[in-house]
C-alpha cells in the first residue's frame, strides 16, 4: 500500500468515531495544537488522531517537503514550467544573502526597499506635493496578486492606516474606476499602476482611465503616476519616470507578491516602520517553518489537516471564516493564493495528477456569515470544514463587550459544529414547548444538528503588523506544502490564460468588426443580444 492508500485505510477505520469522543482524553486539544510566536492553531476538533497524523507526517515526509523547502528558501528554480526560483521569502527576510546563479540577489531587493521608504515618506509627510498641494488620495490600480493583497492588508490594518486615504481599482468594469475616481480630486491624487507583466489589459486600460481622468485637471499628468513592476523597460513607455518606478524580479509570484514594491500601497497607508513590522512577521513564521518539526511546524501542520479533510476525506470545499471583520478581504485574498496556486489538473512531469487538486475555499467574516450560509455548514448535506480565525483582542477598548461577544459566537459555531444536537435533545426542545405526538416528531427532525463537523481555529494576540505578517506567510507555506505533497507547481498559472485569449478575440466580434466565424451558436446568439439586433 502507498502512504495514500495508508491513509484511506486509516479514514475507512475511523470515519464513523465521533470526533467528540476524542476529547475522552484530557491532553487532546493541547496535544492536536500548535504553537509558534504567539499563533495558536488548535486542530483537535478534526477526525485526526495520533495514528493518523503520523501517516499524514510521513506522507509530508516521503514527498520530501523539506527538501524543496530548502530548495525553495535558496533560490532554487523550483518553479519549473517557467523556469523560474520562488524567492517571494527574500523580500522580508532582509539580513541575509540569497545567492541566484552565483549572484546575491539582497542589494537591489535592499535598494528598492529603501527607495519605497523614501517615497512613502515624502507622501505621508506632504513633502511630496500633487499640482495642487498634499497628497490626499493614492489610488492603486491592479488586479489579482497586484491587487487582493494590499487590499486587504490596508483593510486589516485599518487602525494602524494613518497616511493619504488608499483606493484601489480592479475590474475591467469602466463602473469601478468610475466610482472611485469620481469623488477624488486629480490634483491632489496620486495613482499607482501595478502590475508585474504591465500587460495585464485590466490594469492598462483602467491606467488609461486614471490618466485621461488626471489629464482633464493637470497638466504634468506623468509626475502623479507611479509604477510598479517587473517589467521596466513597458513602465517607461508609459511614461512613468524612473524615479517613481519599483521594480521586482521574476522571482516573486503575482499572488506572492504584497511583500515587495506591490505592497506600495500598504507601505504608504500604514507607513515604512509598520510595513517593516509586517515583513518581521512574515520573517518570523518563515524561520519557524524551516526549523520546527513537522509536527510542532504550523504550515505543514495546517496544510496537512487540508489533505486530511480535502484528498482523504473528500470534502471539497473549505471555509476560511475570520471573526474580524477587518480581515473581511482575506477569503478573497486567499482563493487567490490557494486556488490559482493549486487548482492543476497536471503534475510537475506533466502526468495526470494522481489525487484531486486543492479545494474550493471561500468565506466571509463571522458573525455575518451566521446569518447568511451557516444554515447549510451546519445542516447541509455536505460536510465543509470550516477555519475560524479569532484575535484575541481587538483595537476598540470602549467596546471590549462586542469583542467578548465576538469571540462567544467563534467558540459557540466551532463548538455547535463539533456537538450537533441528537434527535432526542431536539424532542426534548420541542416537548418543552408543549408539542407531542407526530407534531413533536416532525418539529424535532428540523431542530436535529448532525455535528461531528470538523473546524480548526487560529487564534492571534490582536490583528498588528506583524501578526499579519505572520498569518500570510503561513498561509503561504501552507499552500506550498500541498503543492508539494500533491506533485503540483505552485506558482505557474496556465489555467487564466486561454479565457484571456478568447476576451481578446471577442471584442471585435461585440464591436462589429468581425463576425465571429468559428464560434458557437450560444456565444453569437449572446454577443446578438449585447449588440441589441435580437
Ligand atoms: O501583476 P500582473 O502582471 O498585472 O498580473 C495580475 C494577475 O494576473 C494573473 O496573471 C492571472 O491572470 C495573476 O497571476 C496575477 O496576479
Known amino acids: ?262 505592497g506600495l500601497a500598504l507601505m504608504i497607508a500604514i507607513g515604512p516602520e509598520r510595513f517593516r513590522e509586517f515583513l518581521k512577521g512574515g520573517a518570523a513564521m518563515d524561520a519557524h517553518f524551516r526549523s520546527a518539526p513537522f509536527g510542532q511546524n504550523m504550515p505543514v501542520m495546517l496544510a496537512l489537516v487540508g489533505i486530511w479533510h480535502n484528498q482523504i476525506c473528500g470534502h471539497a470545499s473549505r471555509a476560511v471564516l475570520p471573526y474580524e471583520q477587518r480581515l473581511s478581504r482575506l477569503p478573497a485574498y486567499l482563493q487567490q493564493l490557494e486556488m490559482e496556486s493549486n487548482g492543476k489538473r497536471v503534475a510537475m512531469d506533466g502526468t495526470d495528477l494522481v489525487e484531486n487538486s486543492g479545494p474550493v475555499v471561500w468565506g466571509e467574516p463571522g458573525t455575518n456569515g451566521q446569518h447568511a450560509f451557516y444554515q447549510l455548514i451546519h445542516q447541509g448535506t455536505r460536510v465543509i470544514p470550516c477555519e475560524f480565525l479569532l484575535g484575541a483582542q481587538g483595537h476598540e477598548p470602549d467596546l471590549a463587550h462586542q469583542h467578548r461577544l465576538l469571540a462567544a459566537n467563534c467558540l459557540a459555531q466551532a463548538e455547535a459544529l463539533l456537538r450537533g444536537r441528537s434527535l432526542d435533545q431536539a424532542r426534548a426542545i420541542m416537548a418543552a414547548k408543549g408539542l407531542s405526538g407526530d407534531e413533536l416528531e416532525r418539529q424535532a427532525r428540523h431542530r436535529v444538528f448532525p455535528g461531528d463537523r470538523p473546524s480548526t481555529m487560529l487564534v492571534y494576540p490582536k490583528l498588528t503588523p506583524f501578526v499579519l505578517g505572520q498569518i500570510i506567510a503561513l498561509y503561504e507555506h501552507r499552500v506550498f506544502v500541498e503543492g508539494v505533497i500533491l506533485g503540483i507547481n505552485s506558482f505557474d498559472q496556465w489555467g487564466v490564460e486561454l479565457g484571456k485569449e478568447l476576451a481578446l478575440a471577442l471584442e471585435p466580434v461585440l464591436k462589429g468588426e468581425s463576425d465571429g466565424a468559428g464560434k458557437d451558436g450560444s456565444t453569437l446568439r449572446l454577443v446578438r443580444r449585447l449588440r441589441g439586433e435580437g
Open 1 to 262: 500500500m502507498n502512504r495514500w492508500d495508508t491513509l484511506r485505510h486509516h479514514h475507512a477505520e475511523v470515519r464513523d468515531r465521533a470526533i467528540l469522543t476524542l476529547f475522552d482524553d484530557p491532553a487532546r486539544a493541547g496535544a492536536f495544537s500548535v504553537d509558534a510566536d504567539g499563533l495558536l492553531f488548535d486542530y483537535s476538533k478534526t477526525n485526526i488522531d495520533v495514528s493518523g497524523r503520523a501517516l499524514l507526517i510521513a506522507l509530508a515526509e516521503g514527498a520530501d517537503v523539506a527538501a524543496r523547502r530548502e530548495a525553495m528558501f535558496s533560490g532554487a528554480r523550483i518553479n519549473e514550467t517557467e523556469g523560474r526560483a520562488v524567492l517571494h521569502t527574500a523580500l522580508r527576510n532582509l539580513d541575509a544573502s540569497v545567492i541566484v546563479d552565483g549572484q546575491d540577489v539582497m542589494p537591489p531587493v535592499r535598494e528598492t526597499l529603501g527607495r519605497m521608504e523614501a517615497f512613502a515618506r515624502d507622501l505621508r509627510t506632504g513633502r511630496a506635493r500633487g499640482q495642487g498641494g498634499r497628497i490626499t488620495d493614492v489610488v492603486n490600480i491592479g488586479i489579482g496578486g497586484s491587487d487582493l493583497g494590499p487590499a486587504m492588508a490596508c483593510l486589516a490594518l485599518a487602525p494602524y492606516c494613518d497616511g493619504p486615504r488608499l483606493h484601489f481599482v480592479s475590474n475591467v468594469d469602466g463602473a469601478h474606476v468610475h466610482d472611485v475616481l469620481a469623488p477624488l480630486d486629480p490634483e491632489t491624487t496620486m495613482i499607482i499602476i501595478a502590475s508585474k507583466t504591465f500587460t495585464t489589459i485590466e490594469t492598462m486600460t483602467n491606467a488609461e482611465a486614471a490618466r485621461r481622468w488626471m489629464a482633464s485637471k493637470v497638466s504634468d499628468t506623468g509626475r502623479q503616476f507611479a509604477a510598479v513592476s517587473s517589467a521596466l523597460d513597458r513602465t517607461s513607455a508609459f511614461g512613468i519616470d524612473g524615479g517613481r518606478v519599483f521594480g521586482f524580479e521574476d522571482w516573486v509570484g503575482g499572488r506572492y507578491s504584497m511583500w515587495g514594491p506591490v
